[in-house]
């Protein structure tokens, strides 16, 4: 059975920095991306960085050029930095596989401006 956990979330000011780390479980086969959304209050789920398994990143254009993603084996990082009061909200982890895809329960992420 896969299972996700977050961790890293937190309070932060402004102009901060915080490392959002998704600890990955169990056997995974096929693996196509994995990634981080975050969903903020009244909000839909959005996409906000992603990894390939070939390793190409993608980056919602809100993030680019503050948030870096990586990966080690099947562990997920999110180094967020320069941090804007708007990029509060939940961050979930995902795992993507051909024919599954898993979700971490989420990690809350709060900047006070």
């Known amino acids: 059975q896969v299972q996700l956990v977050e961790s890293g979330g937190g309070l932060v000011q402004a102009g901060g920095s915080l490392r959002l780390s998704c600890a990955v479980s169990g056997s995974i086969f096929n693996l196509n991306a994995m990634g981080w959304y975050r969903q903020a209050p009244g909000k839909q789920r959005e996409l906000v960085a992603s990894i390939t398994s070939g390793g190409t990143t993608h980056y919602a254009d809100s993030v680019k050029g503050r948030f870096t993603i990586s990966r080690d084996n099947y562990n997920l990082y999110l180094q967020m930095d320069s941090l804007k009061s708007e990029d509060t909200a939940v961050y979930y982890c995902?795992?993507?596989?051909?024919?599954?895809?898993?979700w971490g329960q989420g990690t809350q992420v709060t900047v006070s401006s």
């Open positions: 995902n795992v993507r596989t051909i024919v599954s895809a898993y």
